[in-house]
C-alpha cells in the first residue's frame, strides 16, 4: 500500500504560480511512476502530467506543457508540480497517483484525496 497526501493548492490569480506537493508513504517510493491528474466539475479526470521511477522522464499533457513542471525527490518520498502561467481553465481539484507511467489514469494503483485549485481570471 501506497499512501499519498497532496497540499499546495489554493486560489490564485491568472498568471500566477503555484507549487503542488505530494507526499508518500508505505512501500518504496521509487518503485513507482508518479502522474498528476485533475478533475474539473462536470469533466471527466484529465491527465496532467507523469514522471518515471528516477525522474529522469517526464510527459505532459499538451495543455499544460511549457507551464507546468513535474519533479520527484525519491530521498523525500515525494513529487511536485511547479504550475506558473496559470489560467482560468486550470482550475480543478488536482490528485496524485502512483502506478505504471502513462496518460491513462487507470494505470495508477494508488491516489491521493486531492487538493483544489482555483484560478480567477
Known amino acids: 500500500q501506497v499512501q499519498l497526501v497532496e497540499s499546495g493548492g489554493g486560489l490564485v490569480q491568472a498568471g500566477g504560480s503555484l507549487r503542488l506537493s505530494c507526499a508518500a508513504s508505505g512501500r518504496t517510493f521509487s518503485d513507482y511512476a508518479m502522474g498528476w491528474f485533475r478533475q474539473a466539475p462536470g469533466k471527466e479526470r484529465e491527465f496532467v502530467a507523469s514522471?518515471?521511477?528516477?525522474?529522469?522522464?517526464?510527459v505532459y499533457a499538451d495543455s499544460v506543457k511549457g507551464r507546468f513542471t513535474i519533479s520527484r525527490d525519491n530521498a523525500k518520498s515525494a513529487v511536485y508540480l511547479q504550475m506558473n502561467s496559470l489560467k482560468p481553465e486550470d482550475t480543478a481539484v488536482y490528485y496524485c497517483?502512483?502506478?505504471?507511467?502513462?496518460?491513462?489514469?487507470?494505470?495508477?494503483?494508488?491516489w491521493g484525496q486531492g487538493t483544489q485549485v482555483t484560478v480567477s481570471s
Open positions: 497517483a502512483a502506478g505504471s507511467m502513462s496518460i491513462w489514469y487507470k494505470m495508477y494503483d494508488y
Open positions: 514522471i518515471n521511477w528516477s525522474g529522469a522522464s517526464t
